[in-house]
Each structure stands twice: as C-alpha cells, then as structure tokens.
C-alpha cells in the first residue's frame, strides 16, 4: 500500500520534532518544511535541518520576508525579555510575538502539501505550556481546516500536541525516540541555551514535570 | 476625524487596479501590498509599484519563495497555454493555478494589516470572470474571515469585485478614475499584451462588453 503523505512544520523545536516523529510512527511518508524569517535563533534552522537528515526526508527552506516586522524574534527587532521581566509587567502579548506567523507558515504549508499531493499537514502547536500566541488556539485550527474544505482540497490540518501539557509532550517524544538533544528552543541567538527566555524557561518546566532531563543541557553543565 | 487603515493586495492588474480606486474612494488610509514570487509577468509588479506612486502610497513587496512550484506562472516552469488551447483540452484547472497563492498572499496581508493596525485587507478578487482558481471562490474569502475572527483580529477581508462581472468591474474603474493604461493582466512576459493567454482574453473581452477601449492597446495599435 502506499503511504500517505504529509507535510511537518518542522522548527527544529521540541514540539514540532515531537510531532515528526509521531507523524512517523503513524507511517506517513513526510516531507518537512521550515521557514528562513531572519530570526535570531537561527540555530533551529540547523536543528531542522539535521532532524530532517538522519530521517532520510525531504525539507524545504522557505525564506520569508516581513518588511513591516519590529517583532524581538527578528535579527534587527528589540532584544527578547526573560520571562520573568515579561510576567513583571503583565504583558497581553510577548513581545517575540510575530504578527501573523503561523498563518504565513501553514499557507506555504498548504502550497506545498497541494503541489506533493500531501493530505496532511502536522503542527506541533500547543495551547497549554505557549506563550500566549493568538496563532496557538483550537479554534484557529478548527477555521483552518474550514478554510480548506472552501478551497476544495481533503488536506486537513494536524495538530496532535494541542491540548497536551509540555510534560506529556516530553514524554511522549521520549516514547517516540525524538532526540530533543538535537532540537532548539531558545529565543536568543546564543551557542547555548540563555536559560531565561519564555521559551527556556518553559521547556525547563516541561523536563522537570515530566521527571527527565533535557539532553540539549547535558553537555552545558559538563562543560562548566 | 482619523482615516481607516487598510491594505489592499495590488497585482498590478485591472482587477486589483479598480479594487485600489474603490478603496480609496471609500475614504481608507491604504498602504499596498505586491508579491514577488518568480512570476513571468514582471510587469505586473513594475505596474503595481507605479499604481501606489502615483497616488503617494507606501507599497511593500515581499518575495515569495515556493520551492515545490511547477506552476506556468513562475519562470521555469511549462509555458504559458493560450486559452483556446486549456479549453480544447478541457482542463479543469489551468496551468497558471500556483497552489495556496492567494493563502499565501492573505496571510501576508493579515501580517501586514495586524502591524501597521488595518482594519480591512482589500483583494480585487473575482468569481465571475476568472480563470477558474478554487481561491476566487465566495465560501474561501467567508472562511477567511471566520479565521480572522477566531485569531481574535478585527480585521475584515473586503472583496467588492467578487461577483461583478469583467465588464462591470471595468466600467467601475472608469468611474473611479483608475488609469487602466498602466496596469498589466498579460501571463506572458513579453513587452505588450501577447493577446492570447488566459488573462488577455478574459480582459479583451471584458473592455469589448464595457463598450470600452483598453488603453492598453491604443499605443500597440498606433505602433503598428
């Protein structure tokens, strides 16, 4: 039989490898796309990259150009806060929030699961451990899907890690195989983790509920 | 009194032409929005740039990238069918469909609007006298706004051209004053209308049943 195709939005982040490589195990033949917007933490570009390789799939590049960006998760944008300064001043929206983001991602997705003729597209979006995106909620995904079925297509969006708390998710990728020593969450730009940003400072979170630790990590202490 | 903000999608089309008159007749602060995506028609963006100068209008541009792109419209890929050639091969959709084209472009414009505060995104879309693209469809730009809402933006995607027939719509931009001899509709990318694609018929035509003549063409037919 032939496999099903599938596209993954793959940000070379926990979440999204979690959700590669349940795509796998659900046997879909995947094709992974990640997306070039000038972030600073160009390191999940790479991370992507590799996650895509030692599975043997196809990744595309999407460079992305926002012109009207000022988000802090841009190359040129204010510098991110820590999570902490974030909290403090009771902010609606994080400051790395990126107008718009994950509906520019999922329409690329869109084009390219048409042209493959992919009936799935997985995104390891989550709205319980996020960071307050509008882009992260089950009704967003829900109108995507609604949205499709106008244009035509059978393609349905995927979203398996929605409802799970950043720990179940943690654990099922453990189940899963997922190398998280291989994936980047970090908002920041730097050769290793800043420990402080929103993003940090959940999969911390996420690695301590779920009892485990994170092997992106365990190279950093021996080091010190 | 403060303007309304919107972004209006300028193709540099007759279609996107009229749809930015109308706008702007209607009182909004408009800022445009062109795509760069490889297509043949370089003109196109050459024409949009022209229509927002001539009204001191900002116009971003952003390149779009669609690796997996087999479609006529970008360079390399098959040439340009005339339309009487799609018709006698009874193709379903033509050649010149980019998958998600206008998902992608909407999106942007969503990113675009939700930063500079828009409130409407204006695409000269159109249901009746179109090329047959599943993305110019009524129930597609109604789901689109059900998505807007579910992201929790107030902001509306206007399609004033959707069921106007060719005619009308250039009649209507007659009114509005839109200067119809700086647009471009041509697929092919060739120094004057070629005449005989898909988007030259359907323009033909429609300033025929306008009883209108395009302007366009009175300088190719002086030169002749």
Chains 1, 2 share one sequence.
């Not at 992919?118 to 995106?133: H, K, L, R, T």
């Amino acid at each position: 039989m032939k496999k099903k195709k599938a596209i993954v939005l793959l940000s070379g982040g926990l979440d999204s490898a979690t959700c590669l490589y349940y795509a796998l195990r659900r046997g879909y033949d995947v094709a992974c796309l990640a997306f070039d917007y000038g972030q600073r933490h160009r390191r999940e570009i790479e991370a992507s990259r590799r996650l895509a390789r030692i599975n043997g799939l196809d990744i595309a590049t999407v460079k992305i150009s926002f012109p009207w960006n000022r988000s802090s998760l841009v190359s040129g944008g204010p510098a991110v806060a820590d999570s902490s300064a974030r909290r403090r001043r009771n902010l609606a929206l994080p400051a790395t929030y990126v107008p718009g983001r994950n509906t520019v991602f999922i329409s690329h997705a869109l084009s390219y699961a048409e042209t493959v003729g992919a009936g799935a597209i997985f995104i390891g979006a989550n709205a319980v451990d996020f960071s307050g995106y509008p882009d992260c909620r089950p009704a967003y995904y829900r109108a995507w899907n609604s949205l499709l079925s106008a244009l035509g297509t059978k393609i349905k969006i995927k979203t398996p890690l929605l409802s799970m708390k950043k720990s179940a998710i943690i654990k099922l990728g453990a189940r899963l195989g997922a190398p998280y020593g291989l994936t980047w969450s970090c908002y920041r730009g730097g050769d290793e983790p800043c420990g402080k940003c929103d993003s940090c400072a959940i999969r911390a979170k996420g690695f301590a509920q779920a009892g485990a630790t994170d092997p992106l990590l365990v190279g950093k202490n021996a080091k010190r």
